[in-house]
């Protein structure tokens, strides 16, 4: 049974790449990294009932497990080239496994990165990733690198994804639910930031915890503009200003980029984002200190609370 339903992942995922010696069925996978390449390497679980609501199409779940994880190494600006994916599932439900590898497939096909093994095991629903991407040597987008005058930049809009937790089940804001399950990984848009920007974090947990971190590893603080932060028309049409703006700020799982840079390369980030689909939005700058602050409407600042998601928090 177990090997049935790794012979229809295997299936249902083939990608045919050159760098792939020995790929699914044996005891470990063989693969040739180029000359001259970093290995950016990258691991994200999802569990039922924490990182998807229960009743999550398993199409939905594939895909989104493959994207957190290829968002991952668009925020190092590495190019996706291999994955491995680990099943524990309640049982061997076989429509579930071919939802969740045409999931996975459908993002995995256009970025063309090849399942190379993984691991099935019975439990309480989990799925685990692992993805393996290329970088020039020496240019990961590392968090550690952003410096006092630079601006602050955020890719697409925020807050979509955490106010389409909220709209699940009522029958409205389809858009918004879609942003949840089907996350779209900058992966252009990162590696088109590689040499310019100083410093990148994908929006997993929400912009002030993410651009919280970037801070802390740089050493720098940021001050932030709620009136600046992209929003979707999807958003605005249905949720009120002051909730658009907490969505923003704190909600997770978007997935976008927000990086750091020179002011002088601000205007061509912005037309190469814009030609890559999602656009970018300068939100604020870096400046000595510590922690995210925000902009009231008076224009004074005050540290922004973290809200963001923690997996441990009391
Ligand atoms: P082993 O006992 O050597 O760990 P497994 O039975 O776990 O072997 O796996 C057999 C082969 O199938 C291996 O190549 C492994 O990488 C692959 N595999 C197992 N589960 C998955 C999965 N969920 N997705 C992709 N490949 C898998
Ligand atoms: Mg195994």
Known sequence: MEFDLIERVRDLTAQARDDVLTGIGDDAAVLTVPAGRELAVAMDTLVAGVHFPPGTRAFDIGWKALAVNLSD??????????ALLSMTLPDADCAFVEGLAEGFAALAAPHRVALVGGDTTRGP???TVAVHGF?????????????VGDVVMVTGTLGDA???LRCIGTGR????????DRPTPRVAAGGALRGVATACIDVSDGLVADLGHICRASGVAAELDPALLPRSEALRAMFADNDTTAFALTGGDDYELCFTLPSQHVADVSAEMARLGCGATRIGRIVAGQGVRLADTAGQWHAAAVGGWDHFAP
């Open 162 to 164: 955490a106010a389409g």
């Open 173 to 180: 804001g389809d858009d918004l639910v879609a942003r949840l």
């Open 125 to 127: 629903l989990s799925i």
């Open 73 to 82: 190494l668009a925020a190092m600006g590495a190019v996706p080239a291999w």
């Open 135 to 147: 970088l020039p040597s020496g240019q990961g987008l590392l968090r550690s690198g952003a410096n």
